[in-house]
Each structure stands twice: as C-alpha cells, then as structure tokens.
C-alpha cells in the first residue's frame, strides 16, 4: 500500500516515462469506447474499418496497462510487450489500407504485402533493440527493419494503394492521402527514437546517452494509433453525408 503511494507519487513528480504510460492507457481506453459506441453511427460499409480502429487501440489500450505497471515495478523498458503490442496492432493498420481500398478492386495479395512487410520491419527491429540494443551492431538490424518501412511507404505513397486510392473517389483519396502522412511523418518517430536510443543505432554511434525511447515511442503510439482511427471515422462521417444529402 505504502509502496504502491509511493510509485504513484514517483508518477507526478518527476517520472516522465511512468507518466506517458499511465497517459497512455487512458487515451488508448478512452478512443477505443469511441470507435466502438461510434460504429453504429456510421454507413454500414464503414463499419468493419470503425471496428478495426476500436481493436487497434483496445490491443494498445491493454499492452499499455502492462506495459505501465511493468515500468513501475521494474524501472525497466517493457520491450517485449511493446513489440507484441506493434505485431498485432502494426498489421490492423495494414488491414485498414486494404479495407477501405477494398471497393475500388483491392486484392488480398496486397494486404499479405503489407502485413509482411509490417512483419519484417517489426521482427528485425525487435531482434536489434531486445538482442542487439546495447552492441553497435543494432543499426544493422535497424537499416533492414527500415527498408521493410519504406517499402510500406511506398506502397501507400506510389505503389498500389495509392493507384486505388485514386479510383476510389475523393473522399477515399483524401483519406490515404491523410494515412499516407501518418505513415510518413508519424511513423518515422519510431526509427528516430531508434536511431536515438540504441547503442549503434546511427551507424554504430549512440546519439543521446539518457534519451528513454519509450517516451518517444507512447507518443509515437498515441498520435498513430488514435489519429490512425479518427481519419477513417471522418472518412466515414463524410461519406454518409454525402449519402443524406443525395
Ligand atoms: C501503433 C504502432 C505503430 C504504428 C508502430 C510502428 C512502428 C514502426 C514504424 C517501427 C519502425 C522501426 C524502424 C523503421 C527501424 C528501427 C526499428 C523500428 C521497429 C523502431
């Protein structure tokens, strides 16, 4: 009990990292209960990708109630949860590309593309933060994990989500439009607090020597995985009112 006020106290003074999982978790909670009550809200062939939101942040939203009391028990980074959490949630965004470029003639070869591809970046870079995190060859595992990111980059940005996206109306191009900056921009936080965090990750060099990566990484998750869903629910908003109002 004693002990217990004490980490919660350790919380509000000057644990940052505690402070971003307990965050965390709130967010995670909070925007799945919105995905989920929202889906009856919307046209019915919205309703799987609003579904597919609320999963996402549900999966995240569990991780990061472990993850958080792991970090307050142990001090330490709760790795390994971490990256289950991006195994399972990483694809579902995978699965939302291919959702809502389904109607405009998706196959499923290419959710298997970006699911692997998604796998890949996510089984290197846990091999080179949880094996490798503190050796210099971690920027190794990083490089290959990020050429399975640009490929996924690609694929949204150039490559045949794009071209469906085109096909799909402006309202669906918008949106990848919008998913295709999350991907860019937003996700590019994670190789960065890799980069950062790692004892190799530039090249062999270790850039900041006190940089805790989770903090980047919960911001990472809360902008990606709760902007994630909020896009496709506006997709979904606008859509049926262009239905309404024809
Ligand atoms: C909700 C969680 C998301 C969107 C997680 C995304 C994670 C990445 C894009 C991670 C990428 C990485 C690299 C591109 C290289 C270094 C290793 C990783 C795994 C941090």
Known sequence: MFQNFLQVHAIANNNYVAFTF????????????????????????????ILVSGLITFIAAVHYYYMR?????????????????????????????????????????LLWQLIFASVIMLVTGYIGEAIYGKETQSWIWGLISGLA???????????????????????????????????????????IGYIAGTEGGLFGIKMFQSLSMDIVYNIGDAINKIGFGLVIYALAQSDKSVTQNA
């Open 22 to 49: 307990f965050v965390g978790t709130m967010a995670m909670m909070a925007a799945c209960v919105f995905f989920f009550f929202e889906m009856s809200n919307v046209d019915k062939k919205w309703r799987t990708s």
């Open 69 to 109: 009391g792991y970090n307050l028990e142990t001090g330490e980074s709760p790795v390994f949860f971490r990256y289950v959490d991006w195994i399972l949630t990483v694809p579902l965004m995978c699965v939302e590309f291919y959702l809502i470029t389904k109607k405009a003639g998706a196959k499923l070869n």
């Open 149 to 191: 990111y640009f490929y996924i980059v690609y694929l949204v940005w150039f490559g045949e989500v794009a071209t469906l996206a085109k096909n799909a109306g402006p309202s669906v191009q918008k949106a990848v439009k919008t998913l295709g900056w999350f991907v860019l921009v937003g996700w590019a936080i994670y190789p």
